[in-house]
């Protein structure tokens, strides 16, 4: 499956963007989503993931009550869209597909070219 992000930018703290996905390739519905964030020399971590039938969200502590992650089975796309952005939210946001939310969570099958996301304070 390919991935292709979007949606990223500048933004001021407090703002909001949302980022998307379009996968193509293999059956969108096969595959649990998710994101991850990559900070300027930190490592890549796991931002959120969904179910394959949507029915299933799980977030990191860092995105809980400010991020919310959906799919649009009928667009093939999965979004993230981030409320009361932060400085410390700047990073490059990938997208990611696995066979479960396990696996989406800790070791994606694919993964999408990043979305650079700026929160200026």
């Known amino acids: 499956v390919q991935l292709q992000a979007s949606g990223g930018g500048l933004v001021q703290a407090g703002g909001f963007l949302r980022l998307s996905c379009a996968a193509s390739g293999r059956t969108f519905s096969s595959y649990a989503m998710g994101w991850f964030r990559q900070a300027p020399g930190r490592e890549r971590e796991f931002v959120a993931s969904i179910s394959r039938i949507g029915g299933s969200t799980y977030y990191a502590d860092s995105a809980k009550g400010r991020f919310a992650i959906s799919r649009d089975s009928a667009k093939n796309t999965v979004y993230l869209q981030m409320n009361s952005l932060k400085p410390e939210d700047t990073a490059v946001y990938y997208c990611?597909?696995?066979?479960?939310?396990?696996?989406?969570?800790?070791?994606?099958?694919?993964w999408g070219q990043g979305t650079k996301v700026t929160v200026s304070s």
């Open positions: 990611a597909a696995g066979t479960t939310t396990v696996v989406v969570r800790t070791l994606p099958d694919y």
